[in-house]
């Protein structure tokens, strides 16, 4: 018998002898404890190397002397032109002044913060919880389980509003609580008077049409609104006059994946929840919790909600 | 899909994974990788592509034009990396940072042609291509291969007992 050559054997565990050497070597391994040692011991340099390898790919970019390394994609990949930044900066301010617009109106009830809005809940990103088709129910008929919100925090979630999603994505939608502001909102800059400005007379319609709905929300609201929510409409006061929302720092659960119907309850430290008795699955997965300092957190499935958020499966309303 | 989106397509990420590993550095590999890329559009006709992408990947790496700027900037990313193993963040824990820099102590220690046939052979090429690429006989493709894993993987048993002995990779 010949001492094992170990270049042939990594050749043949390469797969890349001629099928007679393969064979040999098959010959040679089945026979022979020294050839298969052999064999066995490459199989594992070939593992163990490969491992090796791999914990090479944990590479990070190179950094610029006190700076954060820009992605290499980034350099030389997508740009973002200047005139695309103007514009969604004019985008946001618009937002924001129709945010401001509308909380001047107090459209609802108890509602009179900025994202009182039955647009702005019907369209706002990550608000929308289901698919096309399946609203349980109009946002407009949503029950305000309102909180208050900075300004602020009210452009943030409006802003990827209006055209990001599919109208009537929503299954079962999620409500922004809304009770009146802790403070004013700033006033809006002079750009944002001027966006709203250009916009004024395209809003004037959709503006009405969104306050009669609003109108016939709360009639419908009135007759017919849940045990859930009216308990719920009971806490919003009690959880506007806290002169700040706890910390989100309670023990946390994980959100279970949202296949079927689930029930989303709070604690009052967090002030708002702005999550109907139901939500289905959507696209997105996605919840918008919002705390009363104006803090938003986008949870999607998997992610550790904490503050003592509840999510308990419930019968779905619709099929 | 013209030519060249196939060949990018193709071979970008196997190209960027192989040059990563070389350089050590990303950024610095998916430059050489872009370039790698132009010159293919420059090419009228490749007999092997997959060979020739990594020839011309490998040769440019050998090119000298920029190697002082990058062996400065090479060196600011070995010295962010030790740092980084003295003070690990929750986004690379010690034992990955020092997993990463016991496998490029080990593969630094190979020889330029056993570390490059490793390389190479890890993103798939065949023994021809390698000999194709590193520019040497292809029976001579599996010894230096066996030689280039024993190397790397008893350096880095060496490394790992000698370090903190709990990152493992090589068991």
């Not at chain 1, 985008?91 to 401001?100: C, D, E, I, M, S």
Request: charged share 25%; proline share 7%; glycine share 6%.
């Amino acid at each position: 018998m010949s001492r094992p050559d170990e270049g042939l054997i990594h050749q043949w565990l390469d797969g890349e002898c001629t099928p007679e050497e393969s064979a040999r070597l098959e010959r040679l391994v089945a026979t022979d404890a020294e050839w298969a040692a052999a064999v066995a011991e490459a199989r594992g340099l070939m593992a163990a190397s490969s491992r090796i390898l791999g914990a090479l790919d944990a590479v990070p970019h190179a950094k610029p002397a006190g700076g954060k390394a820009a992605p290499a994609v980034a350099r030389r990949g997508f740009r973002v032109a200047p005139w695309m930044g103007v514009a969604a900066g004019l985008v946001l301010v618009a937002g924001t002044a129709y945010v401001l617009r509308e909380q001047s109106t107090a459209p609802f009830g108890v509602v009179s913060s900025p994202s009182a809005s039955p647009t702005m809940m019907d369209t706002a990103a990550g608000v929308q919880i289901g698919q096309a088709g399946e609203r349980a129910q109009p946002p407009s008929e949503l029950p305000p389980v309102g909180v208050a919100r900075p300004a602020a925090a009210a452009a943030t979630v409006a802003a990827p509003a209006s055209n990001t999603l599919p109208s009537g994505a929503g299954a079962a939608g999620v409500a922004i609580d809304v009770v009146p502001p802790a403070a004013p909102p700033p006033a809006p800059p002079a750009v944002a008077q001027r966006a709203e400005a250009d916009a004024e007379a395209r809003r004037g319609a959709e503006l009405a049409a969104e306050q009669e709905r609003a109108r016939t929300a709360r009639a419908t609201r009135a007759a017919a609104v849940s045990d859930e929510s009216r308990t719920t409409a009971r806490q919003a006061p009690a959880r506007a006059a806290a002169p700040t929302a706890a910390p989100m720092v309670a023990a946390p659960i994980v959100l279970p994946a949202l296949d079927g119907c689930w029930r989303v309850s709070a604690p009052p430290e967090l002030v708002s929840v702005l999550i109907t008795p139901t939500i289905r699955r959507a696209a997105g997965d996605t919840l918008v919790l919002v705390t009363a300092a104006g803090d938003i957190t986008v949870v999607r499935i998997g992610d550790v909600l904490r503050g003592g958020l509840e999510a308990k499966q419930v019968p779905c309303r619709i099929p | 899909m013209d030519t060249a989106e196939r060949l990018f397509v193709t071979y970008h990420a196997t190209l960027v994974r192989y040059l990563t590993r070389r350089l050590g550095d990303r950024d610095w590999a998916e430059e050489v990788a872009q370039e790698t890329f132009v010159r293919a559009l420059r090419q009228e006709t490749i007999v092997n592509e997959r060979a020739w992408v990594f020839a011309v990947a490998h040769n440019l790496v050998r090119d000298g034009a920029r190697r002082d700027a990058r062996n400065r900037r090479h060196l600011e990313l070995m010295a962010a990396e030790q740092r980084e193993a003295m003070e690990p963040d929750a986004d690379q824990t010690a034992d990955r940072a020092e997993q990463l820099r016991f496998a490029r102590q080990a593969l630094a220690s190979l020889t330029e042609r056993d570390r490059q046939a490793l390389l190479l052979k890890e993103e798939g090429l065949d023994y021809q291509e390698i000999a194709d690429v590193l520019g040497i006989e292809k029976s001579s493709v599996g010894t230096t291969l066996s030689r280039a894993r024993r190397r790397l993987a008893e350096s880095y048993e060496e490394l790992a007992a000698g370090g903190r002995g709990g990152a493992d990779v090589a068991s």
